[in-house]
T-cell receptor, first 116, second 113 residues
Framework: GAGVSQSPSNKVTEKGKDVELRCDPI?????LYWYRQSLGQGLEFLIY????????KSGLPSDRFSAERTGGSVSTLTIQRTQQEDSAVYLC??????????????FGPGTRLTVL | QKEVEQNSGPLSVPEGAIASLNCTYS??????FFWYRQYSGKSPELIMS????GDKEDGRFTAQLNKASQYVSLLIRDSQPSDSATYLC?????????????FGQGTTLQVKP
């Protein structure tokens, strides 16, 4: 079946512009995660959605970052007034159930964001 | 101190040797531990998960967990050039076995033919 998909695959924007990144999780997966990976670095947790529960937003680096998940499926990560330090690969993942335990996180291909 | 620490490497081993990758974590109550492999330019993929102290084997891979020492490792036996990648250690945050994952920065493994 289809895996996690993300769009766009690449995004180049100018400093100060807003961007929206989209994630389509695997059908039926209740949990969805956003991570950020800068060059040569590990994954930085941003936000976690689980079913109808309030999302865990503890990883969002500033109030310029927000995310929503509509209908328990598609998620959009929005970065307002982008800065050069926002340049990174933004990865989305989903899992069948809550994070941890036997619920493997499957990753999408990522969106490479470049802020000029 | 970072929550999950790994030696960034690169770790270089000859083909056929055992590669040993190590990870320490700071949250004493973490319950679930994972190893992901990430090829250059690709997304991470899960290799192993471990929840109890001791060893867990899957093919050429063995994960080892020592909660008292807050240490988790991954052994790759009979290393192959195709194993060359970055290996990410991930730990669940908090005392629940569910919740967000905290990743280490990864160790780059190079297997030389």
């Amino acid at each position: 079946g289809a895996g996690v998909s993300q769009s766009p695959s690449n995004k180049v924007t100018e400093k100060g512009k807003d961007v929206e990144l989209r994630c389509d999780p695997i059908s039926g997966h209740t949990a969805l995660y956003w991570y950020r990976q800068s060059l040569g670095q590990g994954l930085e947790f941003l936000i976690y959605f689980q079913g109808n529960s309030a999302p865990d937003k503890s990883g969002l680096p500033s109030d310029r970052f927000s995310a929503e998940r509509t209908g328990g499926s598609v998620s959009t990560l929005t970065i307002q007034r982008t800065q050069q330090e926002d340049s990174a690969v933004y990865l989305c993942a989903s899992s069948l159930g809550p994070a941890g335990g036997d619920n493997e996180q499957f990753f999408g291909p990522g969106t490479r964001l470049t802020v000029l | 101190q970072k929550e999950v620490e790994q030696n960034s490497g690169p770790l270089s081993v000859p083909e056929g040797a055992i590669a040993s990758l190590n990870c320490t974590y700071s949250d004493r109550v973490s319950q679930s531990f994972f190893w992901y492999r990430q090829y250059s330019g690709k997304s991470p993929e899960l290799i192993m998960s471990i929840y109890s102290n001791g060893d867990k084997e899957d093919g050429r891979f063995t994960a080892q967990l020592n909660k008292a020492s807050q240490y988790v490792s991954l052994l790759i036996r009979d290393s192959q050039p195709s194993d060359s990648a970055t290996y990410l250690c991930a730990v669940t945050h908090g005392s629940s076995n569910t919740g967000k994952l905290i990743f280490g920065q990864g160790t780059t493994l190079q297997v030389k033919p």
